[in-house]
């Protein structure tokens, strides 16, 4: 790699191409100003060739505790969760420590792009909201930091969320997404009956989190209200309600899936290859939860989410790993709106953001997608904020102890 602070070149690197012969190749890359100006097949040079996906997304980022009890079910998560936010207030440099911690490791994994939720109750007050807008205001250089302020009533008992209208007259937070959507967007549970004046181009909610059949699916309300704008001229080109869990769905059908805390709560989601492969479903993948009650197991790395995949699908196919991949990198970015117009596939393209994760140790998506490698260098606007190595040692099989 080599560069300076308008321009960036990435040398002899594998693209991640359907056709076997172009994916074979190595291409040199070149960035100027933050995007993919050329892209042209090396020379016989064979130096250091790695794969180059797009940047992975975190599409949700949630850090609400550490260190706490792991749960047996989902309302001991509830409980220990809510034990541990008491101290958020209180603790502020702990609670930024945390942060700064979650989104540095994100970083180092190749993540460029992240959706970050942050709890408003009346338990943590705006402890989280104010935290998240300073981490997002410091690493604006590294990532860009989208903050769902999230106040759900079914994970708050006692005492009850911060009503909305306390949130838009504080005058130290941004306004709602409408006004400021490169600020914040709003996550909650879709109401059952509303106005269609109410704008709705930068809703997250987080629904159908149960498996029971007896359950109603929230994900019809949600597709009611949203036929309701489009018909009200309430809808803009580019706009997008992103959908969170959505484990009652895979009640309709014989899917399952991920994320992790789908499957730790829950032991089951959606079957992103299947969904893809049979109803050409673009289906994002997140890391949701990490290090607290509701996934007290799993690193912050979205490549990791692929071998899971992988394994809990029986997804092993190029095809599926093309899938998986996606799912963590352009499908997470469309879903949180953060894509470019006509940026869909992992192939970059001339004018595409240059926006990559470098995978040293991997020549395939294939490889990429079973066995993602530690080894990797993050790309930002063009320009190199994060390389992460690994060190190994072995005794000598001959030495003598």
């Known amino acids: 790699m080599e560069g300076n602070s308008n321009d960036f070149v990435i040398r002899n690197v594998h693209l991640p191409y359907d056709d076997a012969d172009a994916a074979s190749q190595l291409y040199n890359v ?27 997304t975190t599409a949700e980022v949630d850090a609400r505790g550490r260190g706490i009890l792991l749960p047996a079910d989902f309302s001991e998560a509830l409980r220990v969760t809510a034990k541990a936010k008491q101290n958020f207030p209180s603790n502020p440099d702990d609670l930024y420590e945390r942060g700064k911690k979650l989104i540095t490791q994100s970083i180092e994994c190749g993540v460029t792009t992240m959706r970050a939720h942050v709890e408003v109750d009346s338990t943590v ?3 989280c909201l104010d935290t998240g807008l300073r981490l997002k205001t410091e690493f604006e250089p590294l990532c860009s930091i989208q903050l769902a302020g999230e106040s759900p009533p079914r994970l708050t008992h006692s005492p009850s969320p911060i009503p909305p209208h306390s949130i838009r007259a504080r005058p130290a937070i941004p306004l709602p997404a409408s006004e400021h959507p490169d600020q914040t967007t709003s996550s909650c549970a879709p109401p059952r009956k509303g106005p269609a004046s109410q704008p709705w181009d930068r809703r997250h909610f987080h629904l159908d989190y149960t498996l029971d059949p007896a359950a109603e699916p929230l994900i019809w309300t949600v597709l009611a209200q949203l036929r309701a704008h489009v018909h009200a001229g309430r809808w803009r080109t580019g706009a997008r309600v992103c959908i969170g869990h959505a484990t009652r769905l895979t009640l309709f059908t014989q899917a399952m899936g991920l994320p ?26 997140a890391v949701n939860n990490v290090g607290n009650a509701f996934t007290p197991h799993g690193p912050v790395d979205p490549l990791a989410l692929c071998p899971l995949g992988v394994a809990l699908f029986r997804a ?16 997470a970015r469309l879903a949180i709106g953060e894509a470019r117009d006509g940026e869909r596939g992992l192939v970059p ?10 995978l040293h140790d991997n020549d395939s998506l294939h490889s990429a997608a079973l066995s993602p490698s530690f080894t990797r260098s993050t790309i930002r606007r063009g320009a190199l904020v994060s390389r992460r190595s690994e060190q190994k040692w072995m005794r000598h099989a001959t030495t003598t102890i």
């Open 260 to 285: 992790p805390s789908d499957m730790y709560m829950m032991a089951g989601t959606l079957d992103v290859p299947r969904l893809a492969r049979e109803h050409g479903l673009r289906v994002a993948m």
């Open 125 to 127: 007050h705006f402890a």
């Open 30 to 56: 070149h960035c100027a100003d933050g995007i993919v100006r050329t892209i042209e097949r090396a020379g016989t040079s064979q130096s250091s060739p790695v794969l180059e996906p797009p940047s992975d």
């Open 349 to 358: 393209a001339p004018g595409d953001p240059a926006d990559f994760v470098l």
């Open 316 to 331: 092993g196919t190029k095809a599926d790993c093309r899938s998986l991949l996606e799912a963590i990198t352009v499908n």
